[in-house]
């Protein structure tokens, strides 16, 4: 177990180590710091969550940085080479991989921790601390601040199966920009492939991916945006993707011959 804990630290050392993976961070904290100062200066009525809330749009910032580095873990040590090294190790494949996939959920969750509690921080000091149960997303859940870490709970879960898809893709094609390039078609495509086989429609689109991320839908309406889903049928269909992914990814790794 030591070891492992040990494999995972040296990944997020190699995460962390890189130029970009702190222009990524920092392009986030200074998002967090602006929008709120931003919010405050265009609107007067804006409470902390109603702001938080309104944060919670830049949610593709993570998600798209996060999917960048998950494609380079994987694609990038085969397109360096540095791949070599590590098969030589006397750990497993499957442990490899399986290191690389927690750092690259970690370095999801720090993205996400620097977003959110830099945001409210700052809204705390600019704004007063409303409840807004009289607001629109107050009335569907309780409140403004249900509302919010409920809809972050189902971001943080659409960024995953996104992350994990990137993945997916590093392991198979061993390429960075094509890993990327494909999952970010699917992320801004996805509501279009669900919009043409409508799963109200069509009983084959209930079991899309697509149709089924976006568990915000649920916040306003116990069968969805499509009224043929429930929330326990959408984590039930993600669980299954998520297996899948995983499953195919440890596959091709272990099977790949490495030249």
């Not at 749009?57 to 940085?65: A, C, E, R, S, Y």
């Not at 629109?136 to 601040?145: D, T």
């Not at 492939?193 to 697509?210: A, V």
């Amino acid at each position: 177990m030591f070891n492992f804990f040990a494999l995972v630290h040296n990944e997020n050392i190699k995460i962390h180590a890189r130029v970009r993976t702190w222009i990524m961070l920092g392009i986030l904290l200074l998002i967090a710091v602006l929008m709120p100062v931003l919010f405050h200066f265009i609107s007067e009525d804006m409470g902390v969550w109603s702001s938080m809330n309104t944060m919670l749009q830049f949610w593709f910032l993570p998600t798209v940085f996060s999917v960048a580095v998950a494609a380079d873990t994987v694609a990038g040590e085969f397109s360096r080479g540095t791949i070599k090294l590590l098969l030589i190790r006397p750990w497993s494949r499957i442990k490899i991989l399986l290191s690389k996939y927690v750092a690259i959920v970690l370095f999801m969750l720090t993205l996400y921790a620097i977003m959110i509690f830099v945001s409210l921080g700052v809204s705390s000091i600019l704004f007063e601390n409303q409840s807004g149960s009289n607001d629109i997303l107050g009335q569907l859940a309780g409140s403004l601040s249900d509302f919010f870490w409920m809809s972050l709970l189902y971001r943080l879960i659409d960024t995953l199966m996104y992350v994990t898809m990137a993945f997916m893709f590093a392991a198979i094609f061993r390429s960075n920009s094509l890993s990327v390039a494909l999952t970010i078609v699917l992320l801004f495509m996805g509501s279009l492939i669900t919009l043409l086989i409508d799963p109200s429609k069509y009983e084959i689109g209930r079991y899309l991916l697509f149709a089924n991320l976006n568990l915000g839908q649920y916040l306003g309406s116990e069968t969805g945006t499509y009224g043929v889903t429930t929330l326990g049928f959408s984590l039930a269909v993600l669980a299954v993707y998520y297996m899948v992914f995983l499953a195919l990814t440890f596959w091709v790794f272990r099977k790949r011959d490495v030249a």
